[in-house]
């Protein structure tokens, strides 16, 4: 019944910015932590951003000061702006839900990122 759908995707140049969306429907808790995940090619995938329903973030090392991560709870929406982007970010990128008092997943279809020249 839950599902998510990213949004946003596409190929951008060296140094310019991009911004994901994902959509969650289906009826869910309040209480949950969203997060943005990506996987490059050949790589696993990593954990990039995460939100929790009262705002708190945090973020990869390597994202720190050029990408933010954002809700809106009351259009059960959130957002990843993604700025000085590099090649080394080129992956696709996923949106995780779960809820704080339970167990279980759920993921989008992911949306491809390429940052090349």
């Known amino acids: 019944q839950v599902q998510l759908e990213e949004s946003g995707g596409g190929l951008v140049q060296p140094g310019g910015s991009l911004r994901l969306s994902c959509a969650v429907s289906?009826?869910?808790?309040?209480?949950?932590?969203m997060g943005w995940y990506r996987q490059a090619p050949g790589k696993q995938r990593e954990l990039v951003a995460d939100?929790?329903?009262?705002?708190?973030?945090n973020y990869a090392d390597s994202v720190k000061g050029r990408f933010t991560i954002s809700r809106d709870n009351a259009k059960n929406m959130v957002y990843l702006q993604m700025n000085s982007l590099k090649p080394e970010d080129t992956a696709v990128y996923y949106c995780?839900?779960?809820?704080?008092?339970?167990?279980?997943?759920?993921w989008g279809q992911g949306t491809q990122v390429t940052v090349s020249s």
């Open positions: 995780k839900m779960n809820f704080i008092f339970g167990s279980s997943e759920y």
């Open positions: 939100i929790i329903s009262g705002g708190a973030t």
């Open positions: 289906g009826i869910t808790s309040r209480l949950n932590r």
